[in-house]
């Protein structure tokens, strides 16, 4: 029972160390889209409106989608890319939610 107690241990102790380091890697693949986002909104809502534009399109973008965000840039497709999750339904409420 002592090995069997061990090894469920050793087990959930993994785990938690995988838990952490796919949090990091996806708060840090949400910054680094957040740091391409945030441009692309400010171009068309700037100050405090593109901020929360920008937060609601970090929170219900897939982690694809975070991840394309953040290797392409401003370009043409991450442009169209932000339009598209913007025009969700959750991301639309998430919007009306911070802008009023």
């Known amino acids: 029972m002592t090995k069997s107690f061990a090894f469920l241990a050793a087990?959930?102790?993994?785990?938690?160390?995988?838990?952490?380091?796919?949090?990091?890697?996806?708060?840090?693949?949400?910054?680094?889209?957040?740091?391409?986002?945030?441009?692309?909104?400010?171009?068309?809502?700037?100050?405090?409106?593109?901020?929360v534009l920008t937060n609601c399109i970090i929170d219900n973008a897939s982690g694809q989608e975070l991840l394309t965000l953040a290797a392409g840039g401003a370009s043409p497709d991450n442009i169209t890319l932000v339009s598209n999750i913007l025009a969700r339904t959750e991301t639309v409420a998430c919007a009306t939610s911070g802008l009023t």
């Open 11 to 51: 087990a959930a102790l993994t785990l938690s160390a995988c838990d952490v380091v796919e949090t990091a890697a996806v708060d840090t693949g949400r910054d680094a889209a957040r740091a391409v986002v945030g441009p692309i909104v400010a171009d068309t809502v700037p100050g405090a409106a593109g901020q």
